[in-house]
C-alpha cells in the first residue's frame, strides 16, 4: 500500500501519488540524460494518448536533481521527478547494481539510445548526460491504483528491462 504524497515536479507543479482517479504508471529510470531512458520515454511519449485513455497517469522519478533534468526533459507529456538523494528509490526497493549496463540484453539498448542522443549533443541540442547517483541504476515500474494498492510491479534485470506501453496496458487490465 502506498501511503498518499505529493511531490514537487521538475517542471514546477506537483504531483500526487496515488492519484484519486487514475491509476499511476510510477516509473524509476537513471540519471538525467540517460540515452537508455531517454530512449525508452520516447516510447511512451509516441503512446502517451493512448495511455490516458485508459486512465493511467505516468509519473517519471530520476535519481538527478529538478535542475540537472530540465534541459533533459523538457517537452515530456508527463510529471518528473528528482530524486538525487535517491530517497524514492529506497523506499520502494529499486537497486543499483552492475548487471544494469553489464547484461549483454541491454548492450543493444545502450547502443541505440547513444547513436539516437550523440547528433543532439555534438550539435549544442541537448546537453551531455549527468550520471549523478551513478550509472548502474535499474529501472523499475509500479502500476499504482487510486487506493494506494501496488496492483503490478516490475523490476528491471538490467538498463532496458521495463515494461513497454503494451506491458503496462495489460497490466492495467
Not at 529510470?29 to 485513455?53: M, Q
Not at 548487471?99 to 540484453?105: I, K
Not at 551513478?134 to 521495463?162: C, M, N, W
Request: net charge positive; glycine share 10%; hydrophobic share 45%.
Amino acid at each position: 500500500m502506498i501511503e498518499a504524497r505529493e511531490w514537487e515536479t521538475v517542471q514546477g507543479g506537483r504531483v500526487r501519488v496515488p492519484d484519486a482517479d487514475r491509476l499511476v504508471h510510477l516509473q524509476f529510470r537513471r540519471f538525467a540524460g540517460c540515452p537508455v531512458c531517454n530512449l525508452h520515454l520516447r516510447s511512451i511519449v509516441l503512446r502517451h494518448d493512448e495511455i490516458v485513455a485508459r486512465g493511467i497517469a505516468e509519473v517519471v522519478v530520476f535519481h538527478s536533481s529538478a535542475q540537472e533534468l530540465r534541459p533533459h526533459v523538457a517537452g515530456l507529456p508527463f510529471p518528473v521527478v528528482g530524486d538525487p538523494e535517491k530517497r524514492l528509490y529506497v523506499e520502494f526497493g529499486v537497486e543499483s547494481a552492475p548487471r544494469a549496463l553489464l547484461d549483454p540484453r541491454a548492450w543493444g539498448s545502450i547502443v541505440r539510445g547513444i547513436a539516437r542522443d550523440l547528433g543532439p549533443v555534438l550539435r549544442g541540442r541537448r546537453p551531455l548526460p549527468r550520471p549523478t547517483g551513478g550509472r548502474l541504476g535499474l529501472p523499475a515500474d509500479f502500476l499504482i491504483a487510486p487506493d494506494g494498492r501496488v496492483i503490478a510491479e516490475k523490476r528491471g534485470a538490467h538498463a532496458y528491462d521495463q515494461w513497454s506501453v503494451d506491458d503496462l496496458l495489460a497490466a492495467a487490465g
